[in-house]
C-alpha cells in the first residue's frame, strides 16, 4: 500500500486507482455515489477539532478542495458575501494550521480564476489571465478576494514552516456527478438542465446578453493537472483551464446541438460576472508539460447525457 492522502472530493478515485489509501471528509455524502475512500467522514472543516481529528493517522497529502461556492446566482449576487468569506476563510486557516501541527508532507490548494483582477477581463474576446497579471489585485467577487486570500495563506504557511504547497487556480471546472440544479449549479450544468427540460424549438432563459466568454475545464482532465502539479517539483500559483474559450450563447447552440433539439435563446438580466475569461496555460505548459486534450463538446456530451439521465430518474420517480 502506497502513502496515504486525505481529499474532500476528487482526485479521490484516482488516488485509489493509483494504489493509495484515502480519507475524504464532506458536510455530506455525495447523492451520485461519488466516494472512492478507505475511510470517508461526514464533518464540517469549519471546526477546528473536526480538522484535528483527520489527523490520527499520519497523512501525507492533503488535497484540499473545500469551500463555500456555487455558481453565478450564487456568488456574483452579494447576498451570499460574508458566509462565502467566513466559511472559506474558516475552513482554510484550520487546514494550513492542522495540517502544519501534524507534520503533512505536501498540501495541494485549490484556489479559482475568479482571484484575476476585473479590470483584465472587460473585454469578452481578450481577457487577460495570466499568472504574474494578479496583482494589483481587484478580484470580481468576495468569492475571489477570499481564494487570493488563502493563496497568500498557504504561501506563507510555505515561507515560514516549510510546509510544501502547490497551488492551483481552477477555470470552471465541469462534468458529471456534481450539482446540477438548486441553485448553486454553475453554467454548463445549469445550461444542459434547461436544454434536457426543454421541449424541441422551445426556449431557455440565459443571463445577460450571452455575449460574456469563459472557457470550461472537464473534471477528468482538471484531475489529472493537478495530479500532474502534485507530482512536480512547482508551487504555483498555476492556471488549470482550458484556453478553448467559447460565449455562453454559443455553448447554449453547443448543449442544444448535443441533444439534438432546435432551442431559442432568451437573454434576461441577471448576475454575470466578468465580461471574458479564459485560462492562459503557457506557464503550466512550460513548468508540467500540462495542457487538456479533450475538446469542450466532448465533457460537454458527457454531461449531457449524465444531467438527461438524472431528471428522467425523477421525472419518474415522482410520478
Not at 478542495?65 to 456568488?75: E, K, N, P, R
Not at 495541494?108 to 495570466?130: G, I, R, T, V
Amino acid at each position: 500500500m502506497r502513502s496515504r492522502r486525505f481529499y474532500r472530493r476528487p482526485p479521490g478515485k484516482r488516488l485509489k486507482d493509483e494504489g493509495y489509501w484515502v480519507r475524504g471528509i464532506d458536510l455530506k455524502h455525495n447523492e451520485y455515489g461519488n466516494n472512492h475512500a478507505d475511510d470517508f467522514r461526514i464533518g464540517d472543516l469549519r471546526d477546528p477539532v473536526v480538522c484535528e481529528n483527520l489527523f490520527d493517522r499520519q497523512i501525507d497529502e492533503v488535497y484540499q478542495l473545500a469551500a463555500d461556492m456555487g455558481g453565478a446566482g450564487y456568488i456574483f449576487t452579494g447576498d451570499h458575501d460574508a458566509q462565502v468569506m467566513h466559511n472559506s476563510a474558516t475552513i482554510n486557516l484550520n487546514m494550513a494550521e492542522s495540517g502544519r501541527k501534524h507534520g503533512v508532507k505536501k498540501i495541494f490548494y485549490s484556489s479559482s480564476a475568479c482571484m484575476y483582477p476585473a479590470y483584465n477581463q472587460e473585454d469578452p474576446d481578450n481577457p487577460k489571465c495570466s499568472e504574474d497579471s494578479a496583482y494589483p489585485a481587484a478580484p470580481d467577487s468576495e468569492y475571489g478576494w477570499e481564494k487570493l486570500f488563502s493563496e497568500r495563506l498557504y504561501l506563507s504557511y510555505h515561507r515560514n514552516y516549510g510546509m510544501d504547497v502547490r497551488i492551483a487556480r481552477f477555470h470552471n471546472i465541469f462534468g458529471p456527478l456534481g450539482t446540477w440544479d438548486g441553485g448553486k449549479e454553475k453554467a454548463p450544468a445549469a445550461i444542459c438542465r434547461k436544454v434536457a427540460k426543454a421541449e424541441n424549438g422551445g426556449e431557455i432563459e440565459v443571463w445577460g446578453d450571452g455575449k460574456q466568454t469563459r472557457s470550461f475545464l472537464y473534471i477528468d482532465e482538471c484531475v489529472d493537472g493537478v495530479r500532474r502539479l502534485m507530482e512536480s517539483d512547482f508551487t504555483g500559483p498555476v492556471n488549470i483551464g482550458s484556453e478553448e474559450m467559447i460565449s455562453i450563447n454559443d455553448l447554449v447552440k453547443m448543449v442544444a446541438g448535443v441533444s439534438g433539439k432546435e432551442i431559442k435563446i432568451k437573454n434576461i438580466p441577471g448576475p454575470t460576472g466578468v465580461r471574458g475569461r479564459n485560462s492562459d496555460n503557457r506557464l503550466i505548459k512550460e513548468k508540467l508539460g500540462w495542457g487538456p486534450k479533450q475538446p469542450l463538446v466532448e465533457g460537454i456530451t458527457r454531461t449531457y447525457n449524465w444531467i438527461s439521465e438524472q431528471i428522467a430518474m425523477s421525472d419518474k420517480k415522482n410520478k
